[in-house]
C-alpha cells in the first residue's frame, strides 16, 4: 500500500494528523481504525455500509461530503496536503482525532476513490444535492430537483428566518451552526446545508490563514537566528584575522632573530 498512517502522530485538537499518504484513497480501513480506535470505526464503517454517505465535491486529495447521522446531516471537509491530514465536521461529537463521520467519508473515498479523476469536482454528486458549485464560487441552491418544496408555509417560514438571524453570527467563526428544528423539510432543509458548508469553507480558509501566519513567523524566527550566528561567525573571523597578524609579526620577529642569530655564530 503507497502512504500509511504508520507513522501518524495528533499535531493538536483541530483535527490534524501527519501521515505519508498521497492521497487519501491510499487510508486502508486497518489504518483508519488503528487510528481512531474500534468503536469508532466500527459506527464510521457501518454508517458507509449503510450509504449514509453523500459525496459533494471530491478529488484526490480533498473531500467535501455529508453523512446522515443518528441525530441529523452533518457536513464534512477532509483535506490531504504537504503530509498532513486535516478533517471538520459539523457534529458536536468530541471523538478524537477524528469522529465516525470522517470515518465513513474516507472508507468511501478508500472503495471509490480510483475512479475520481485529480480535478474532477463532483465527481460522486447526488442528483438531489442542493447545491453544485465549483471550489470556491458563491454557492448557489439548485431546485430543479425540489420544485415540489419550494414552497414554505407560515411557521416553517418563521423558524427558518429565525435559524438562519443567529446562523449569519455564527459563520466563520463556530465549527457548529445551532441546531436546526425537525420540522424544517424541502428547500428550507436545503439551505441548511447551503449554510454549512458555506461555514466550512470559512472556517477553513481562517485555518489555513492562521497556519500561514505561523510559518511566516517560524521564517521570520529562522532568519533571525541565522543572522544571530552570521554575526557571532564574523565576529570569530574578524578576532582569528587580528590573531593571525600578530602571529605574523611575531613569526618576522623570530626571522629577524634567527638572521642576527646565525650572524653571530659566524662571526
Known amino acids: 500500500?503507497?502512504?500509511?498512517?504508520?507513522?501518524?502522530?495528533?499535531?493538536?485538537?483541530?483535527?490534524?494528523?501527519?501521515c505519508s499518504a498521497q492521497e487519501l484513497s491510499q487510508l486502508d480501513p486497518d489504518m483508519l481504525q488503528s487510528v481512531v480506535g474500534g468503536t469508532v470505526f466500527e459506527i464510521g464503517s457501518q454508517y458507509f455500509s449503510d450509504q449514509r454517505v453523500k459525496i459533494l465535491d471530491a478529488d484526490r486529495t480533498q473531500i467535501m461530503a455529508e453523512v446522515n447521522g443518528a441525530y441529523g446531516m452533518y457536513s464534512q471537509t477532509i483535506k490531504l496536503r504537504a503530509g498532513t491530514l486535516?478533517?471538520?465536521?459539523?457534529?458536536?461529537?468530541?471523538?478524537?482525532?477524528?469522529?465516525?463521520?470522517?470515518?465513513?467519508?474516507?472508507?468511501?473515498?478508500?472503495?471509490?476513490?480510483?475512479?475520481l479523476k485529480p480535478s474532477a469536482k463532483v465527481a460522486h454528486q447526488d442528483p438531489a444535492s442542493p447545491v453544485r458549485q465549483a471550489r470556491g464560487s458563491a454557492p448557489v441552491?439548485?431546485?430543479?430537483?425540489?420544485?415540489?418544496?419550494?414552497?414554505?408555509?407560515?411557521w416553517e417560514a418563521i423558524l427558518f428566518i429565525?435559524?438562519?438571524?443567529?446562523?449569519?453570527?455564527?459563520?466563520?467563526?463556530?465549527?457548529?451552526?445551532?441546531?436546526?428544528?425537525d420540522s424544517l423539510r424541502g428547500i428550507a432543509r436545503e439551505w441548511v446545508g447551503v449554510f454549512e458548508r458555506v461555514n466550512a469553507q470559512l472556517l477553513e480558509s481562517?485555518?489555513?490563514?492562521?497556519?500561514?501566519?505561523?510559518?511566516?513567523?517560524?521564517?521570520?524566527?529562522?532568519?533571525?537566528?541565522?543572522?544571530?550566528?552570521?554575526?557571532?561567525?564574523?565576529?570569530?573571523?574578524?578576532?582569528?584575522?587580528?590573531?593571525?597578524?600578530?602571529?605574523?609579526?611575531?613569526v618576522k620577529q623570530l626571522e629577524a632573530?634567527?638572521?642576527?642569530?646565525?650572524?653571530?655564530?659566524?662571526?
Open 1 to 18: 500500500m503507497n502512504g500509511s498512517f504508520s507513522d501518524c502522530v495528533v499535531e493538536s485538537m483541530r483535527n490534524r494528523i501527519s
Open 86 to 115: 486535516s478533517t471538520r465536521c459539523s457534529c458536536p461529537s468530541t471523538e478524537q482525532p477524528f469522529c465516525r463521520h470522517c470515518v465513513a467519508v474516507l472508507l468511501h473515498q478508500f472503495h471509490n476513490g480510483s475512479s
Open 162 to 181: 429565525d435559524w438562519v438571524q443567529k446562523a449569519v453570527g455564527l459563520l466563520g467563526k463556530e465549527a457548529t451552526l445551532p441546531p436546526v428544528p
Open 257 to 267: 632573530s634567527l638572521v642576527e642569530f646565525s650572524k653571530s655564530s659566524g662571526e
Open 141 to 154: 441552491p439548485y431546485f430543479e430537483e425540489s420544485k415540489g418544496a419550494v414552497d414554505l408555509n407560515f
Open 206 to 250: 481562517e485555518e489555513d490563514r492562521c497556519d500561514v501566519q505561523k510559518s511566516l513567523q517560524s521564517a521570520e524566527d529562522m532568519i533571525a537566528l541565522l543572522i544571530k550566528k552570521l554575526e557571532a561567525l564574523k565576529g570569530e573571523a574578524e578576532a582569528a584575522q587580528r590573531n593571525s597578524s600578530v602571529l605574523e609579526k611575531k
